[in-house]
């Protein structure tokens, strides 16, 4: 089984920053991709940035040139460099993980969230 714990969430004003955290444990054997959604109330969750095992990147419309996701492979960690925050930025922030596992078994994992708020 793998646990995947998000951490650095918060309240900030509008147009501050944030970095969030994500990390993966268990027995890993291989970790493929790590992405980071987010959902607001009331609203489907989205996707916000996605990582490869290569370290190919992807973000959603709403966050390029604001976010920039990295990882850690040692640490099966990821994390969200979240600058220019905006109120519609508000949302919880879920961590997710893939991969193989003991066993060579897949593992498909998340976290269970950070509250990002966004208010003056």
């Known amino acids: 089984q793998v646990l995947v714990v998000e951490a650095g969430g918060g309240l900030v004003q509008p147009g501050e920053s944030l970095r969030l955290s994500c990390a993966a444990s268990?027995?890993?054997?291989?970790?493929?991709?790590m992405r980071w959604y987010r959902q607001a109330p009331g609203k489907q969750r989205e996707l916000v940035a996605s990582?490869?095992?290569?370290?190919?990147?992807n973000y959603g419309d709403s966050v390029k040139g604001r976010f920039t996701i990295s990882r850690d492979n040692a640490q099966h960690s990821i994390y969200l460099q979240m600058n220019s925050l905006q109120p519609e930025d508000t949302a919880a922030y879920y961590c997710?993980?893939?991969?193989?596992?003991?066993?060579?078994?897949?593992?498909?994992?998340w976290g269970q969230g950070t509250q990002v708020t966004v208010s003056s």
């Open positions: 990582i490869s095992s290569d370290d190919t990147t």
């Open positions: 997710n993980a893939e991969g193989l596992h003991s066993a060579f078994r897949r593992f498909n994992s």
């Open positions: 268990g027995i890993i054997l291989r970790m493929n991709a």
